[in-house]
């Protein structure tokens, strides 16, 4: 595998179930992420790991839950969603120098989540 | 907010004609990059254009920034049906936003064969 690999690409769930998309990054990158895309708004930047530093986003709700276990590999836990966060999850990776994320990032193709 | 702002929010263009897409931004930036996401895909890196360049090219793209005027612009040469997609520009700003990318809303772009 090369890149960066998403799983699963679709998934459906209802508002009690309990989930976790995975992310895999093949590059040797060092920092990992996850973002939402929702129709018609930007690109939100969800959680950042960072040479083993997590930085969050101060608005996203505690019912998402990030795991980084190491620098390939990055989880993000799912607990009593909400309709409004069906969306597609995006991971990226890149390779960052200090505390920057300056550089271009590595995407992998998104789960598709549904919310019900 | 440092958001690029792209425009237009969609264009839709005959195979073989150049496409523009515009990005503007507020504050000032150390470098702007330009993605393309096809449907329902992630997003790809296109090019990197630092606040001390005015131009870049990679095959059929050139990329400019005025940072006087705040703003980038996309220019895809002799489009081809498999140029359809998204594309998204990209801010960052030391010291802004934690040290991260800032997406906008993208320009979705419709070659027709």
């Known amino acids: 595998e090369t890149g960066v690999t998403q799983t699963p690409r679709h998934l459906v769930m209802g508002m009690t179930n309990k989930k976790s998309l995975k992310c895999e990054q093949h590059l040797g990158h060092n920092a990992m992420y996850w973002y939402k895309q929702s129709a018609k708004k930007p690109l939100e930047l969800m959680f950042v790991?960072?040479?083993?530093?997590?930085?969050e986003n101060n608005s996203v709700p505690s019912r998402f839950s990030p795991e980084c276990p190491n620098s390939s590999h990055l989880f993000l836990h799912l607990h009593t969603l909400q309709p409004e966060d069906s969306a597609l999850y995006l991971c990226?990776?890149?390779?960052?120098?200090?505390?920057?994320?300056?550089?271009?990032?590595?995407f992998g193709p998104g789960t598709r989540l549904t919310v019900t | 907010s440092q958001q690029g702002e792209e425009d237009p929010q969609a264009l839709s263009i005959q195979e073989g004609e150049n496409a523009t897409m515009n990005c503007s931004y507020k504050?000032?930036?150390?470098?702007l990059q330009w993605y393309r996401q096809n449907s329902g895909r992630g997003l790809v890196h296109l090019i990197l254009i630092r606040s001390n360049e005015r131009e870049k090219h990679s095959g059929r793209l050139r990329v400019t920034l005025d940072t006087s005027k705040k703003s980038s612009s996309l220019l895809i040469t002799a489009s081809r049906a498999a140029d359809t997609a998204s594309y998204f520009c990209?801010?960052?700003?030391?010291?802004?936003?934690?040290?991260?990318?800032?997406f906008g809303k993208g320009t979705k772009l419709s070659v027709k064969p």
């Open positions: 790991y960072s040479l083993e530093e997590r930085v």
């Open positions: 990226a990776s890149s390779q960052v120098r200090g505390r920057y994320h300056a550089y271009e990032q590595y």
């Open positions: 990209a801010t960052f700003h030391y010291g802004g936003s934690q040290g991260n990318l800032i």
């Open positions: 504050t000032s930036i150390n470098n």
